[in-house]
């Protein structure tokens, strides 16, 4: 389904060699076009290696990062994602983020920051993303650890679920 994606990427980025090297994997393009399953199916292959893997949505994250201080569940799962070998997030640009969860975003990516490999899915290009982070500097710098050490892959084409929807018979 998803031709903007090559077979050759993929199995580069299956033998899980830049997890060893905590590298970062970004999958940009508009909803429907696979960038979950790419990131799914990645992290079902590090799991199968042995690897440690955490999911979340930002939506998620920016929850348990503003009740670590107060929720013993989410101190839990904060400890969790940082012990991860392998962290997506997920759903990166759908929701904006107010300055309080900019910084939150920062300091998670940060402590990341080549020791942690994350995936990232997101329906905006990097020069979008200003525009829910709400704050250029703290955009820069989140973009700054994050790509630094990345494979970025652009997806394009029509939305899936829209191509292949069904309807009640």
């Excluded at 292959?45 to 929720?71: C, P, Q």
Aim: hydrophobic share 45%.
């Amino acid at each position: 389904f998803q031709r903007s994606v090559s077979r050759e990427q993929m199995l580069r980025l299956a033998d899980m060699t830049w997890v060893e090297q905590a590298f970062n994997v970004c999958f940009l393009g508009p909803p429907g076009v696979g960038k979950t399953h790419l990131a799914l199916s990645l992290a079902v292959k590090a799991l199968d290696l042995g690897y440690t893997v955490a999911f979340e949505t930002l939506d998620n994250l920016m929850k348990l990062l503003k009740t670590v201080d107060i929720s013993g569940a989410s101190k839990r799962r904060v400890r969790y994602l940082a012990k991860a070998s392998l962290v997506i997030v997920d759903e990166v640009g759908f929701m904006p983020l107010s300055p309080a969860e900019a910084n939150l975003f920062f300091g998670f990516i940060s402590s990341m920051d080549e020791r942690v490999s994350v995936i990232i899915t997101s329906n905006k290009g990097f020069d979008e993303w200003a525009d829910f982070v709400c704050d250029a500097t703290i955009t820069t710098a989140i973009l700054d650890r994050l790509i630094h050490r990345c494979e970025i892959i652009s997806m394009s084409g029509n939305s899936y679920r829209l191509e292949h929807r069904q309807s009640i018979t």
